[in-house]
């Protein structure tokens, strides 16, 4: 009986090519048996549809060390279907690693375009990804650095920070005001225990009208006082466009124009656009944590030098170029106006590229203004 603690698979079963369908490692006794090996050409596409293309840097590290050739665009790309990744090597030496693969690029590209989706409606209003406490705990550095790559400016996963090397960051949970049980005490322990560092926002709907605790804040911490989050339930919760509103008027009529506002609990991309006229941040959880995995699919498209594959896929290796944010899908080797996608990534198993968050950051900023122009956002 397995002893593990936690139902986890560890970073040498995937390494090992064991976290995958049970059939990839059938085929490679079949191959053997038959002793065969062919270098293949192997495809990973998206489907149509603007995706914010990450989870890559996973997906090299799982490929080093192996004789295979790499090509993808750079990380926080955002793609429009057609071919994202391809392997060109002997088929034995990754056809085990096509399920963990898959899992690594579909799953963080679509929490990173959800991130995405919910920077854009949200303009230049501050986004932070609160939704780790949705996902399974070990996934905290995947979901937080795929939500970065799409476009939110803070994180709440602590460890998940630490791994990828982004500070995380936070507010206050009602248990705190309802363990001291009295708004205002809560309000000052955290500004008396806290460092200066960390911002004074804090939460204002736990017992009373959240225009009266935001009111209490303001005088309990005065000009230390950074922001209030509105985050009341939904059971006891209006229009919180009016809310907000109400919130801001009574604190600048005090004299507390400074004062931001977050808002958070069931913020998603639409929620964004419609308050990010009353609001100067959202806090968002389950639009972004919970975004469905991107249905990536993997195709064996050449066979020793034969472009050969299933019905209904094109088959061959290919180059996609791009122009504006016009794609165009070529047999590799052919050109075709614009820059090409698909560059190296590994090559005969050694990386050749780097993997910079903060680069694939910007991609997606760069990008998200002429996706607007081109309708690719249902928020206004």
């Known amino acids: 009986m397995d002893d593990r603690k936690y139902d986890l698979l560890t970073a ?68 429009s279907g057609g071919p994202v990744l391809r392997i060109e090597g002997p088929y034995r030496a990754f056809a085990r690693f096509e399920s963990p693969l898959l899992g690594f690029l579909a799953h963080a590209s679509g929490i990173a375009t959800a991130a995405m989706e919910v920077r854009a409606a949200a303009r230049d209003r501050t986004v932070l990804s609160f939704g780790t406490r949705r996902q399974h705990p070990a996934l905290g550095a995947m979901v937080e650095r795929a939500a970065l790559v799409g476009g939110v400016d803070g994180i709440g996963n602590v460890a998940g920070g630490e791994a990828i090397g982004f500070e995380a960051g936070g507010t206050m949970p009602h248990a705190l005001v309802i363990c001291l049980g009295d708004p205002e005490r809560a309000f000052l322990a955290f500004d008396e225990a806290l460092a200066e560092s960390v911002p ?154 780097e993997f910079s968050l903060d680069a694939a950051r910007e991609r997606v900023r760069e990008a998200i203004p002429a996706l607007r122009e081109r309708g690719a956002f249902e928020s206004p």
């Open 200 to 353: 004074r926002t804090m939460l204002v709907d736990t017992f009373c009208d959240e225009t009266v605790e935001a009111v209490t804040a303001a005088e309990a911490l005065g000009e230390d006082l950074d922001g209030v989050r509105l985050d009341t339930t939904s059971s006891r919760r209006g229009d919180m466009h009016e809310i907000a509103e109400e919130v801001r008027w009574e604190l600048d009529r005090r004299g507390y124009e400074d004062v931001e506002i977050l808002v958070s609990g069931g913020v998603d991309a639409a929620e964004a656009a419609r308050l990010r006229d009353v609001a100067d941040g959202f806090g968002v959880g389950g639009a972004i944590a919970n975004a469905d995995p991107v249905d990536l699919s993997m195709n064996v498209v050449e066979v020793d030098g034969d472009p050969r594959t299933k019905r209904g896929v094109r088959s061959g290796a290919k180059q996609v170029y791009r122009d504006g944010l016009e794609d165009r899908v070529v047999p590799d080797g052919e050109s075709a106006p614009g820059e090409p996608l698909l560059r190296p990534v590994l090559e005969d198993g050694e990386v050749v590229t």
């Open 12 to 79: 040498e079963e995937i390494d090992s090519g064991r976290a995958t369908a049970a059939y990839f490692l059938r085929t490679e006794e079949i191959l053997e048996h038959a002793g065969e090996d062919p270098h293949v050409v192997a495809e990973f596409s998206a489907p149509d549809g603007w995706t914010v293309l990450t989870g890559l840097k996973d997906a090299a590290r799982l490929l080093e060390g192996h004789p295979v050739d790499v090509y993808a665009p750079p990380e926080g790309t955002v793609v």
